[in-house]
């Protein structure tokens, strides 16, 4: 069983990650043609929604009590599974 403490300090290393790709994201968006452009937005838009659901949960987990942890983490690998895929969809192509 992971530690608490460690765990919660994971996830926020990877929101720091996540939010330094989407930053990258919109450095692209803003040098991308016309037609391109909506299409970066779209997908910038998607991925900030799920990085703040993933920033909600993890603040969730960080207040829950130790009884109701456990039960939260394995939801929160569920949807941080998710969102880190769709990190890794979206720079694939936007390579």
């Known amino acids: 069983m ?3 403490k460690t765990y919660i300090e994971k996830m926020k290393a990877q929101m720091d990650e996540w939010d330094a790709q ?3 994201l919109e450095s692209k968006a803003e040098t991308a043609k016309t037609e391109m452009r909506q299409h970066y937005d779209d997908q910038m838009a998607r991925l900030q929604t ?3 659901e993933a920033r ?3 603040q969730k ?5 130790e009884a109701a942890w456990e039960d939260m983490r ?3 690998e569920t949807a941080w599974e998710a ?3 769709a ?4 720079f694939s192509r936007f390579k």
């Open 83 to 85: 969102t880190s895929k």
């Open 87 to 90: 990190f890794m969809d979206a």
């Open 61 to 65: 987990m960080s207040e829950a009590s």
């Open 74 to 76: 394995k939801g929160m």
């Open 22 to 24: 989407l930053e990258q």
């Open 2 to 4: 992971i530690d608490r």
């Open 56 to 58: 909600e949960m993890l």
């Open 50 to 52: 799920q990085r703040e």
